[in-house]
């Protein structure tokens, strides 16, 4: 029921939001379980700093707060004021999101104003990064490595062949965007990427990267 109440939610806001949204609907379990499988696998017994940013309705956030251990620190940082008040409200409402409330932080902002004392182990964005402007982009990637301590994880996701199908249907000003962020990103994956999972099960199907800092 809730599922159905978020998903509606969601869509609401991508029509109402769409550039910062991005999506029609809310991660699927298989794309939410990639995105947290480095975090998932962390020693046990260590605590641990994690930062999502772009929690949306909170797929991911779900799978976060299932591995989260006494002693870890989770930060979700989410610009759209309706999906703070579904987080917040999760959080007080469902047994395993109020188990862990405690360590728990939502703040809203968007993520380029984010500033934190201590770095993170891991750092796990939604953010439809191929949406915005380039300059936008350049400053959003600056923070998830300013966020992120050294050796640490960033996972995130990116809708499959986007770029690639834009970057030949697109022109102009359009195409020049498209083939700046595709540079910045690929720039990036060629430097620190650990692996690429494959999500078919998700609307639609996406790539999910993973970075580690050296
Ligand atoms: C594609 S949705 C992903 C939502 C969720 N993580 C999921 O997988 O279903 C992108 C999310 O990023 C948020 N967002 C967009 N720009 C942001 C920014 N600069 N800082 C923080 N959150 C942002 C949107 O409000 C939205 O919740």
Request: net charge positive.
């Amino acid at each position: 029921m809730s599922t159905l109440k978020n998903q509606l939610a969601f869509f609401g806001q991508f029509r109402k939001r769409f550039e910062t949204t991005g999506a029609i609907a809310p991660s699927s379990r298989f794309l939410a379980r990639s995105m947290t499988s480095y975090l998932a696998a962390r020693v046990p017994g260590v605590p641990v700093r994690i930062l999502e940013i772009g929690p949306g309705t909170g797929p991911v956030t779900d799978e976060i707060v299932r591995t989260l251990q006494p002693g870890d620190h989770f930060d979700l940082v989410e610009l759209n004021d309706e999906f703070v008040r579904i987080l917040k409200a999760r959080f007080e409402s469902e047994p395993h999101w109020k188990r862990v409330a405690s360590q728990c932080t939502v703040h809203q902002l968007p993520v380029q104003e984010f500033q934190t004392s201590e770095p993170y182990d891991f750092v796990i964005s939604g953010l439809p990064l191929n949406n915005f402007p380039v300059d936008l982009v350049r400053v959003i990637t600056d923070a998830y490595f300013r966020l992120l301590r050294k050796g640490g994880v960033l996972s995130y996701f990116e809708y499959m062949y986007v770029r690639p199908i834009r970057r030949v249907i697109t022109r102009g000003k359009e195409r020049e965007r498209i083939c700046a962020i595709d540079d910045l990103l690929r720039a990036y994956c060629d430097q620190y990427r650990i692996r690429r999972d494959n999500i078919w099960i998700n609307i639609p199907s996406a790539w999910v990267q993973h970075l580690q800092t050296k």
